[in-house]
């Protein structure tokens, strides 16, 4: 799932907690952080980090964490 899709984390965050309760945090792989940090990487795949680990973040806390 894409998780920098903000109705998409909400819609699968009421799923799984009417299938399962509580979640666990996931991210992504080291390899994908090093290739998106590396000085020859094009600037889509420093915006593709940030949407996985910033908004996914924020979407996760937003949609996973009681209020």
């Known amino acids: ?3 920098a899709d903000e109705e998409g984390v909400r819609s ?7 299938r ?3 979640v666990t945090r996931e991210s992504i792989t080291r390899e994908s ?4 940090l590396s000085r020859k ?16 973040t924020v979407y ?3 949609y996973f964490l009681p209020c």
């Open 1 to 3: 799932m894409d998780v």
């Open 12 to 18: 699968f965050s009421e799923d799984v907690s009417k």
């Open 20 to 22: 399962h309760g509580r």
């Open 33 to 36: 952080r090093w290739k998106a």
């Open 41 to 56: 990487s094009p600037l889509d795949d420093y915006r593709w980090l940030m949407n996985i680990n910033f908004w996914g």
């Open 60 to 62: 996760g806390v937003k």
